[in-house]
């Protein structure tokens, strides 16, 4: 295919505004797949993205498609995920792309992931087409989405916004006419160097790396020898081709193409995403700029269950070759063992490692309580530093400063819902910057402690709007702040996974529900065992679990319970080697401490 026939673009929404049906749809109407019965999101093919009825992973597909002009033009499309946690996929689709389709669900209307897709391809200098979907549907606000549409970028005015149904197919045709006619062609030189991004990328225990390479300059063939120009790692590559959504082997890649380049290399380390690809004889002067790697959220401890350390890595090693976002770190806890300290972009994606762990792998694992990364100083010591596993920070004697990341936040919500949105807030530390109302919406911007919004806070904001509020939030910056650690002493040991740092203004409370909680789900011995919570050294909660079976330890003898349970539980003192013998943490321990408000 000529260069000028190339256009390669991605499709961004909010969640659930009808990506993956637009792209079916697109795919069906170009014959690039032949859908047999009726089956849905060919795209979504991932276990996890069909039981959330969502995007995890962008894919990418070739349609030939023979325009109203009369010739046939190659449209490379990118799906996108459209939830909070995965804007960084679709930052790495973007990146191939020269143009976006930005969709709006006309019964919802334009949504905060649609404003951030939005300036993410702006940021990139893309062209953006507005393109209004679900217009089939009864409950369908057209002109309201226009508007809004507007608002967000007065220069869609000089076009008019196409009304589509994705469902239907009504006016896609018109869709595949603008991408091809507003669109730019790819502009590379095939004659030059080998210059190829690397976007995406997979892995196969056969193949090694896949990488999914946007071909700037050059042509790639197969059997090429080629590198990686930031890491400098030498390949011959097997095979080359196109996705079709299916990988289907070519001859050669050119500049403009979309494409995988298979690598044979096993360390995925070796070839990022945002690495470029040229050849080893005749290089490139420059690689591409690479864009930011993904930021962990949220960190918690995963933990083999009815298993070794040795599956839970090999399972765990598997999955990162698939998802570059997991940060993983080999941890050995003293209440767990072997295991690994993670980071994950928000609590969604790490709800979907849980599950993947389960359904590829047969892997059940615990989750320890997840927590938001701080920055301390000491007294002896000004340089700041980063943790993120509650028991790493120092005592509280020797501390200076802790800060505390704070993120923007941004709310749409319906007006009479303003009140109870405002009072969630304030319970959430948050620091109210901007309001403003729109009709029906008001827009309130906030800075609020990532902390108070990471883990449950979505779900409360749409329990309370009835499911109207959207959400976007950004990292900010880091605030100071007066925060303490919460330690958990059971049977007189500390446990290191039940450690918290948390805002003073809780604490107390905190630690009282958390010792509450364990006296029910700490699995119980012989003897009873008492819990207690500690903040700057000071005991503030204390509950005893109970004993198995009181009787037990007294059959016939003369001793009183109390005295024969107290020996008992000198005896398990002096036998235990480490806290792990002495008390097993299950799951229930932790899904307890999170679902105290
Ligand atoms: P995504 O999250 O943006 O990929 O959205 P999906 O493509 O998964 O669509 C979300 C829901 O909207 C699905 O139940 C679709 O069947 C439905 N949907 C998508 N497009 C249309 C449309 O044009 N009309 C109607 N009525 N429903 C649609
Ligand atoms: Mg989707």
């Known amino acids: 295919m000529k260069q000028e026939n190339i256009r390669n673009f991605s499709i961004v929404a909010h969640i659930d505004h009808g990506k993956s049906t637009l792209s079916d749809q697109i795919m069906k109407m170009t ?115 226009e508007q809004q549409l507007y608002e967000l970028d007065e220069s869609f005015l000089e076009h008019d916004i196409i009304h589509i149904s994705a469902k239907t197919g009504l006016n896609v045709d018109k869709v595949l006419e603008v991408i091809v006619n507003r669109i730019p062609s790819p502009k ?27 071909v700037i300059d050059g042509t790639i063939k197969a059997n090429d020898k080629l590198m990686s120009m930031n890491q400098r790692v030498k390949f011959a590559t097997p095979e080359i081709g196109i996705f079709s959504p299916q990988l289907l082997p070519l001859k050669e890649l050119k500049s403009g193409d979309i494409g995988y380049v298979i690598t044979g290399i096993k360390d995925p380390a070796d070839v990022r995403v945002g690495d470029t690809i040229t050849g080893q004889a005749r290089q490139t002067k420059q690689a591409v700029a690479g864009y930011q790697p993904a930021h962990s959220v949220v960190f918690a401890g995963i933990y083999p269950k009815d298993a070794d350390f040795d599956d839970l890595k090999v399972a765990m090693e598997k999955l990162k070759l698939n998802d570059s976002s997991i940060e993983l770190v080999e941890h050995v806890s003293n209440s767990l063992g072997p295991g690994y300290r993670c980071g994950f972009l928000g609590m969604f994606h790490l709800q979907i490692v849980r599950e993947r762990l389960i359904n590829e792998f047969g892997m059940s694992v615990i989750i320890t309580s997840p927590n938001v990364n701080y920055r301390y100083t000491t007294k002896n010591d000004s340089t700041l530093k980063t943790i993120n596993n509650p028991s790493d920070l120092p005592d509280f004697s020797l501390l200076k400063t802790i800060e505390e990341p704070f993120n ?7 007006s009479e819902t303003v009140n109870d949105v405002l009072t969630l807030l304030s319970k959430s530390r948050g620091v109210l910057l901007d309001m403003d109302n729109t009709d029906q919406l008001v827009k309130m911007t906030y800075s609020v402690p990532l902390a108070e919004i990471a883990f449950n806070f979505f779900n409360q904001l ?22 303490v650690k919460i330690t958990i002493d059971v049977n007189y040991a500390p446990v290191d996974e039940l ?44 509950v005893d679990v109970p004993p198995l079976r009181k009787n037990a330890a007294v059959s016939g003898d003369k001793k009183s319970v109390s005295k024969k349970q107290a020996l008992l539980r000198r005896q398990s003192l002096n036998k235990r080697k480490s806290a792990s013998e002495a008390i097993q943490l299950p799951q229930s321990v932790f899904d307890a401490i999170l679902n105290i408000e």
């Open 188 to 214: 590379g030189d095939e004659t030059k160097p080998i210059k190829a991004m690397i976007f995406d990328s997979h892995y196969d225990s056969y193949q090694g790396v896949v990488a999914y390479v946007k």
């Open 462 to 483: 749409k329990s309370i709007t009835h499911g109207f509020a959207t959400y976007d939030s950004q990292f900010m910056e880091y605030v100071e702040s007066d925060i």
């Open 499 to 542: 450690t918290f740092i948390v805002h003073r203004l809780n604490a107390e409370k905190l630690a009282q529900e958390i010792v509450h909680k364990l006296k029910y789900v700490i699995p119980r011995k012989l003897y009873p065992m008492p819990v207690q919570g500690y903040i700057e050294g000071r005991v503030v909660a204390r």
């Open 408 to 414: 923007k936040v941004v709310i749409e919500t319906p």
């Open 31 to 145: 014959d690039t797949f032949s859908f047999r019965g009726n089956e849905e999101q060919v795209l979504d093919d991932m276990k996890v993205e069909q039981d959330h009825g969502v995007t995890v992973r962008s894919k990418t597909v070739r349609n030939i498609y023979r325009a109203k002009d009369g010739q046939e033009y190659e449209l490379n499309l990118i799906d996108t995920p459209g939830h909070v946690d995965f804007n960084y996929e679709v930052e790495k689709s973007v990146s191939a792309s020269d143009g976006v389709i930005l969709l709006v669900d006309a019964t919802k209307g334009v949504q905060a992931q649609t404003v951030a897709n939005y300036r993410i391809a702006k940021n990139n200098n893309l062209v953006i087409i507005p393109v209004i979907n679900k217009v089939d549907n009864q409950s369908a606000h057209v002109d309201m989405c």
